[in-house]
Nanobody, 126 residues
């Protein structure tokens, strides 16, 4: 089992940057694929970015491409989501999720993740 704790959210202006962190405790982190999801009020939870357990494969939602970067450091049991050029439509609660897997690819479906953090609020003002 793994416990996930997100941090780094806050209130920023459009065009600013934020770096979200997901700290994991528990078993060996390198066996987990990780995803960042977000949920805005009245909307469904959606994938922002996902990374394989080895860190060499990544994918992004179209809304995040060219602005967000997901990286992981298995030695530190951490995954980071660097968000640049933030827009008001990026406002949401951001969640980190993990799934233990032998696969070397990322996971995009939220239903496939077993562990979730409590979320961190990101608010982007115009």
């Amino acid at each position: 089992q793994v416990q996930l704790v997100e941090s780094g959210g806050g209130l920023v202006q459009a065009g600013d940057s934020l770096s979200l962190s997901c700290a994991a405790s528990g078993r060996t982190f390198s066996v987990y694929a990780v995803g960042w999801f977000r949920q805005a009020p009245g909307k469904e939870r959606e994938l922002v970015a996902a990374i394989s357990r080895t860190g060499d494969r990544r994918t992004y939602a179209d809304s995040a491409k060219d602005r967000f970067t997901i990286v992981r450091d298995n030695a530190k049991n951490a995954v980071r989501l660097q968000m640049n050029s933030l827009k008001p439509e990026d406002t949401a609660v951001y969640y980190c999720a993990a799934r233990q897997t032998l696969s070397v690819i990322y996971i995009v479906q939220s239903s496939e993740y077993d562990y979730w953090g409590q979320g961190t609020q990101v608010t982007v003002s115009s």
